[in-house]
């Protein structure tokens, strides 16, 4: 792994994320676009955002990972969106069930009939995407940068594999595609749940959402269209403690898994090498011995001068260590941008008739 993620991590270098900003600023306009439709043609009703949010993030993911657009928002590849909202469903539910999560038993089931088709309209589209991309490269002798014809390609975590393949790593078109599919599905279900739990925490705690607009006003203008830049986003200090404060509560992934590398003891128990190990990062967040009062909404807590009071491991949204997510930065910079944004055009408030009941999934639901 420690080689994969060597070659991979030119992919979150900052110049490579400051192209990615040109994407999500396309993807979130077309989302507001298709939300300030929704709404017109329901005045005064709720919309769920989850549905748009979604569409947005994988279309995102996709470009960024692919390079290639998959117009999700836009309906041009339903296929395509249908095989990941399928194969996401068939994932879960085979984690929480005992017997189906037993390869042998499951190949017998109605489901692995699904998740077979699935896998097939996910690998057929990867491995058409990763044929194109070749046969640019051999056209036009670079993968990203500008092409001899003046046209802009903008770089893509697939770019990076087919370049360090080049370069010797010996991958095959098989390790390219597991590695893109990996960050795709990785990446899209985490990043929705992130920005719709924050665009609900402001709406649940309207003071903090004014002060969130009061900024993103001062800083970015009060346009939504506004191209929001990497620079744009770090001077919005407010936003980043409320931001730190809606993971927390929030936990978008409420559990991380590790395999014990020797034999240890803890509070006089004895762990056994390669034992499995969940980490309850939700719970964590929610100790109050280490955050009182853990299921007030407060961003006060990550005020520099709060942040010494805690140990380093009491916050880790992104996990820690060598293993922790290598795209948390570009995770970071795709949720600012679409709440700064959405929030610059609309005011979220709580349906007062919704009840949430967080719950484990692959990642936190409600």
């Known amino acids: 792994w420690r080689q994969r993620r060597k070659m991979i991590t030119p992919t979150f270098h900052f110049k490579v994320l400051e192209d ?10 077309v989302m507001l676009e298709r939300l300030m439709d929704a709404v017109k ?3 005064g009703s709720t919309v769920d955002i989850f549905p748009f949010i979604n569409l947005m993030s994988l279309d995102i993911i ?9 117009e999700a928002q836009n309906q041009k590849n339903p296929k395509y969106v249908t095989a990941v909202k399928d194969f996401l469903e068939i994932f879960v539910f085979r984690f929480y069930s005992g017997w189906m999560g037993h390869p042998l038993f499951f190949r017998f089931t109605e489901p692995y009939k699904i998740y077979q088709q699935t896998l097939d ?4 589209f990867c491995e058409k995407v990763i044929k194109q991309r070749k046969k640019e490269f051999e056209k036009h002798g670079k993968m990203t940068g500008m092409r001899e014809d003046g046209i802009k390609v903008r770089s893509a975590l697939l770019d990076m594999l087919l370049e360090a393949n080049l370069q010797g790593e010996n991958l095959s078109d098989k390790d390219i595609r597991d590695e893109v599919n990996t960050f795709m599905f990785e990446g899209h279900d985490t990043s929705a749940t992130a ?4 665009l609900y925490a402001l709406a649940q705690n309207p003071k903090f959402q004014d002060k969130v607009y009061e900024e993103l006003c001062e800083v970015i203008g009060k346009d939504p269209k506004t191209e929001i830049t990497i620079s744009k986003l770090n001077d919005l200090k407010y936003m980043d403690i409320v931001v730190k404060e809606a993971l927390r509560v929030y936990q978008p992934v409420p559990l ?18 390669d034992t499995t190990i969940a980490i309850f990062l939700f719970g964590m967040a929610h100790d109050p011995a280490v955050f009182p009062d853990p299921e007030k909404f407060n961003p006060d807590r990550f005020l520099p001068e709060k942040m010494g009071e805690r140990h380093n491991f009491a916050y880790i949204p992104f996990s820690a260590g060598s293993r922790n997510c290598i795209g948390q930065r570009y995770a970071i910079y795709s949720l600012k941008t679409c709440v700064a944004k959405l929030l610059l055009q609309f005011r979220t408030e709580e349906d007062p008739n919704f009840t949430i009941n967080p719950g484990t999934c692959s990642v936190l639901k409600s």
Do not use: Y
Request: with cysteine; glycine share 4%; charged share 25%.
């Open 20 to 29: 990615f900003m040109e994407i999500f600023n396309f993807q979130i306009n």
């Open 41 to 43: 043609k329901a005045p």
């Open 62 to 70: 996709c470009e960024t990972a692919f390079g290639t657009s998959i």
């Open 121 to 124: 309209t996910l690998h057929e």
């Open 195 to 198: 920005i719709c739990f924050t």
């Open 256 to 273: 991380i898994e590790r395999k014990t590398e020797e034999e240890w003891q803890i509070d006089g128990i004895t762990v056994p090498k």
